[in-house]
């Protein structure tokens, strides 16, 4: 019998500490973090190197999240504390090297923790598991192609290969591999989006026709009031907070709705201002309704009928307009209707049902009432629920009453998480393609590309699961571990007859693999990319649909390492040989040759070559921003969205497993999450205190946690409960060491998003 090989990391506690949750976020204690973790991984004249080139322009794009630059910058420090540390794990002086995998079996590895297999260090060189094998060896990089190409070619159906894509592809990258995909002859291309923020795409579309956001940062510093809802910038978008900053000096008020009191939210300490770092430093929220979990459409159905009232008072005092009709009128369409549906809900039930008292809803619907230039930003909070779409279309529903679309100082703000996740899917990395994108490519490129929708993550696991696809291949990412139901989706991985990581770090996904398994490794966002002697860049969207480019500055961490631009296009040029329409190593040779054909195929990209050159980028066109709804109507929409309920027993949670501020999704940088005032431990369950009173339970008990959906059971082992200030019945646990508990089939209506923030659980001890 082969040993075991571990899913999870191991459930083992590492000696948890507790202090007072922090009042300020950033100021000289994210300085003093940054040279720490830069310090781990490297020199600090390296290190600062790097950082002195972080979101400059013409520098490298940083790839801790999606946040664009503002148009003056810091000359030394545009960057933040957890940008730094995004810098410092890819840019690490650590390597693995092929005496790494000959001292570990890939069950020893497996009893690692997620922490240890990434401090590991790069990835250098390919590496090949064989069938049967315990250890992974050396290959080349041409064999490795050719046995990818043979079993390829040797499937009986292109759908039986799935290739998913994670955030941090650039543009060209990614137009390549979706080219390469649909020759190939599929549209199995599954990507992080679909567990992140494909409910806004859903929900934006249908109701604004642009899956995109309307604002640029320009309009943060012009907004009247922000609404930052499911949320943490502090950790997760810490540059945000200095847009917040001066939006604030410019009199806007910020709204946080969230139940949790996120530092981040509360007050910042500009990091790179000394005269910052002492006191308390910028007063952000004005108002902080700590909502419980999934009750965002009752909060916001709540404050819509507020605001209703307000209108009505002032009607009869003949003073200005609370609610923007005349915008309503000649914009959009289904207000009536959502009038009509509204008038089926009490105040009284809608204010208990999200928790927040009626004084506070009241008052916030004060504030509302007076402002129209109001901006919606949101995140995993909103997106992750089973009713995901509802709630941004409930939220899109509060700015049209507002008029608060198409204006400056205004609009929605889904802020992204993968730096490239919005590039890549303007470049085509979607399941589900619009026929006039494949339109373009059959007459760029002279094939007939697959018709049929592919695979989302959810039903790619499922293809695997049932042994509908057998081949996967990732371009990044680390897909058991961001995907739900772990457990399951290891079964579905080890189905597979091949396994491929293209990476730059060590991950559980290489661990769980198929009959075979290779690890592709590749250049990250910071190393040099020579093609043909010229060093080249590449280019990224923001969130706010900003294309720029970067360009990495350091040798790479090995000579055996290809760009992924390269990778692509000896795959492509192994599977198809001389059969392809596409010249593959012309676009390999010279990037501007891809950026040449992504102009000839996607809207926007007119005269790609020069406008990325320019200092500041460019600007992608957005109907929204100017108040055009590309919709069947050519209106906005109002919609109607159920309240979701949630019936629970007495010993029942809901569950958000959500970040700690020493991680980027599934890469652990350390074991801290600062803010919170929880130290070295990530096996921890967030609770109510009076919770823990009613069940008999203590402040740092060691408990299991279980979700029972359809009758089967799911189990995370030894979590320590830490007492916190959380609405009622509500917990939080960290991701992914309780993604265990979420299962396959409990994903969001219309986007199929895993329901990651909203699962009944239970604790035994
Ligand atoms: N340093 C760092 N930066 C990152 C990442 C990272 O892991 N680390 N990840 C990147 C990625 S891919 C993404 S998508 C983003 C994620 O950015 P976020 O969405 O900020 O990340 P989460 O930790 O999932 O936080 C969700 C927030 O929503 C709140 N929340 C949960 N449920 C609800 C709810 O029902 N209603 C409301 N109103 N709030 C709720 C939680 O309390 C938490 O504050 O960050 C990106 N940037
Ligand atoms: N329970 C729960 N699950 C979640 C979430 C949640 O909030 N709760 N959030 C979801 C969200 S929002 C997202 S976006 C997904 C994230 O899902 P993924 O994007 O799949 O996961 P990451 O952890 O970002 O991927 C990290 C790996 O990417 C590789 N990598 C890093 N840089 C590069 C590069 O430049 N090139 C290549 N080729 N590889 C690179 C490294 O090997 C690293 O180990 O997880 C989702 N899963
Ligand atoms: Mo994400």
């Given at each position: 019998m082969l040993p075991q090989i571990h899913a999870q990391s191991p459930a083992q506690l590492t000696g948890l500490t507790l202090a007072d949750p922090k009042e300020s976020a950033a100021g000289l204690t994210a300085v003093l973090s940054t040279a720490k973790h830069i310090l781990e991984e490297m020199n600090l004249l390296k290190g600062f190197g790097l950082l002195s080139k972080l979101n400059q322009k013409g520098g490298i794009d940083c790839m801790s999240c999606a946040f664009p630059d503002p148009k003056e910058r810091a000359s030394l420090a545009e960057y933040c504390e957890n940008g730094a540390k995004a810098i410092a794990e890819e840019a690490t002086d650590k390597r693995i090297n092929a005496d790494f995998f000959a001292n570990y079996t890939i069950s020893q590895l497996s009893e690692q923790s997620d922490y240890w297999l990434g401090k590991q260090g790069r990835l250098t060189q390919p590496m090949l598991l064989q069938e049967g094998k315990n250890h992974y060896e050396p290959i080349t990089w041409e064999n490795a192609f050719e046995r990818i190409a043979k079993e390829l070619n040797a499937l009986d159906s292109p759908d039986e290969a799935i290739f998913y894509t994670s955030g941090r592809t650039s543009n060209e990258a990614a137009f390549l591999y979706q080219l390469f995909v649909r020759q190939f002859g599929t549209n199995n291309l599954p990507d992080c989006s679909n567990m992140c923020h494909e409910s806004s795409g859903v929900a934006l579309t249908e109701t604004l026709g642009i899956g995109k956001g309307s604002v640029t940062l320009d309009d943060f510093y012009k907004a009247e009031v922000i609404i930052i809802i499911g949320q943490n910038p502090g950790t997760n978008h810490p540059r945000m907070l200095s847009a917040l900053q001066k939006a604030k000096q410019n009199g806007c008020k910020i709204i946080s709705i969230n139940p949790l009191r996120e530092t981040g939210l509360l007050n910042f300490k500009h990091p790179q201002k000394p005269t910052d770092w002492v006191g308390k430093g910028t007063a952000l929220t004005d108002l902080y309704l700590q909502v419980k979990i999934n009750a965002d459409v009752a909060l916001l159905k709540a404050l819509i009928i507020c605001l209703l009232e307000i209108q009505q008072a002032n009607e009869s005092v003949g003073a200005n307009a609370v609610i923007d009709f005349s915008f309503i009128q000649t914009q959009t369409t289904g207000y009536e209707e959502f009038i009509k549906e509204l008038k089926k809900y009490k105040l009284e039930d809608l204010a208990q049902a999200s928790g927040i008292s009626l004084a506070e809803i009241r008052a916030t619907a004060d504030l509302l009432a007076k402002h129209n230039k109001i901006i919606a930003c949101w995140a995993m909070g909103l997106t992750q629920h089973k009713n995901a779409v509802g709630n941004i279309q409930e939220m899109v529903n509060l700015l049209l009453l507002k008029g608060s679309i198409g204006k400056e100082g205004a609009g929605t703000c889904p802020v992204r998480g993968h730096s490239n996740v919005q590039g890549d899917r303007t470049m085509g990395i979607i399941e589900k393609p619009k026929p006039q994108f494949l339109d373009k490519l059959k007459e760029n490129f002279g094939f007939e590309p697959p018709r049929k929708d592919g695979y989302d993550t959810v039903a790619a696991i499922k293809a695997m699961y049932e042994g509908k696809a057998h081949l996967f291949l990732a371009m990044g990412g680390n897909f058991l571990s961001a995907t739900p139901d772990t457990e399951f989706t290891a079964k579905a991985l080890q189905n597979c007859s091949l396994t491929v990581h293209i990476s730059t770090k060590l991950n559980r996904s290489h661990l769980i693999h198929g009959k075979t398994a290779l690890i592709l490794p590749c250049l990250g966002r910071t190393e040099k990319d020579i093609q043909n002697g010229v060093a080249q860049f590449v280019s990224i969207e923001n969130s706010m649909g900003v294309v720029h480019s970067s360009k990495g500055i350091l040798p790479p961490a090995s000579e055996f390492l290809l760009s992924e631009v390269a990778i692509v296009a000896n795959l492509a040029q192994a599977v198809f040989k001389e059969k392809s329409t596409i010249d593959w190593q012309k676009m390999n040779e010279n990037y501007d040759n891809i950026r040449n054909m992504i102009e000839k195929t996607i809207k926007g990209f007119e005269n790609y070559n020069q406008k990325v050159r320019l200092e500041d980028g460019f600007y992608l066109p957005n109907g929204a921003r100017e108040g055009k709804f590309d919709t069947w109507d050519k209106k906005a929409h109002f919609t109607i969205n159920e309240v979701p309920r949630h019936e629970l027993a007495e010993d029942e949670f809901l569950m958000m497993t959500i970040r700690s501020h020493d991680q980027f999704n599934t890469t652990i940088y350390g074991l801290n999450d600062r803010y919170r005032g929880i130290?070295?431990?990530?096996r921890i369950v967030m609770m109510n205190p009076e919770d823990l009173n009613k069940l008999g339970l203590e402040a740092l008990q060691i408990v299991d946690l279980y979700s029972n959906y359809g009758g089967e059971e799911r189990i995370a082992k030894t979590f320590r409960i830490v007492p916190y200030n959380i609405p009622a019945q509500c917990i939080a646990t960290y991701f992914p060491e309780a993604n265990v508990l979420i299962p396959i089939d409990l994903k969001a209506d219309k986007s199929h998003t895993p329901v990651s923030k909203s699962v009944v659980v239970k604790v035994r001890t």
């Open positions: 130290y070295n431990e990530r």
